[in-house]
């Protein structure tokens, strides 16, 4: 089976405080995202990521950074947390664009 | 871009009742709508998905439809059990874009 691990499923930090979320996929995949999950708001894409290296912007990428240095592992950075991005963050993987969206489990933040 | 409209966003059910939840999509060159299902403290799963050839799709006791002319598919849950309780997603993915357009839920409560 495929799985998507994010490493941290509860954080709670304060305000100005720099956020990691780890994401590692185990199949391979290309293609990784990372959405947030807000009520009444669905899932909104953050960004994407289609090889090592490279990264691309979503619908609402400001106030977030990412990384993907191997091709098993995205991460998305908060690089000065604040309330409003207390939420829950969802990271998923995909082999190609016709293929199955896997998510992990999700990781919920709380910035206080 | 593309928006995905989805309703109703709570529906609440009888079990045994059916079930159906709709969305409708802008962009007339999206041909792949898949279906999430998402349970209480887990990521979004795939429960099924339909491409832009082909009007409807079953497994069991879930179909979708899907209307190109009018841009606009469903979810149909037949012989709706307790465990088919869960925030449902509906989706939509243009050709050349890996990322998917999501609806903003439904919430569906089956009562015994």
């Known amino acids: 089976d495929v799985k998507v691990t994010q490493s941290s499923r509860y954080l709670v930090k304060r305000t100005g405080e720099k956020v990691f979320l780890e994401c590692v996929q185990d199949?391979?995949?290309?293609?990784m995202f990372w959405y947030r999950q807000d009520p009444g708001l669905g899932l909104r894409l953050i960004y994407f990521s289609y090889d090592v290296k490279m990264k691309e912007k979503g619908d609402i990428p400001e106030g977030y950074s990412v990384s993907r240095e191997k091709k098993e592992r995205f991460s998305l950075i908060l690089e000065s947390a604040s309330t409003n991005q207390t939420s829950m963050y969802l990271c998923?993987?995909?082999?190609?664009?016709?293929?199955?969206?896997?998510f992990g489990e999700g990781s919920r933040l709380t910035v206080l | 871009g593309e928006n995905v409209e989805q309703h109703p966003s709570t529906l609440s059910v009888q079990e045994g009742d059916s079930a159906v939840i709709k969305c409708t999509y802008s962009d007339s060159a999206s041909n792949y709508f898949p279906w999430y299902k998402q349970e209480l403290g887990k990521g979004p799963q795939l429960i099924i998905d339909i491409r832009s050839n082909v009007g409807e799709k079953k497994d069991q006791r879930i179909a979708v439809t899907l209307n190109k002319t009018a841009k606009h598919f469903s979810l149909h849950i037949t012989e709706t059990q307790p465990e088919d309780s869960a925030v449902y997603f509906c989706?939509?993915?243009?050709?050349?874009?890996?990322?998917?357009?999501f609806g903003k839920g439904t919430m569906l409560l089956v009562s015994p």
């Open positions: 199949m391979d995949h290309e293609n």
């Open positions: 998923a993987s995909v082999q190609s664009i016709n293929g199955e969206l896997f």
């Open positions: 989706a939509a993915r243009t050709p050349g874009y890996s990322t998917l357009t």
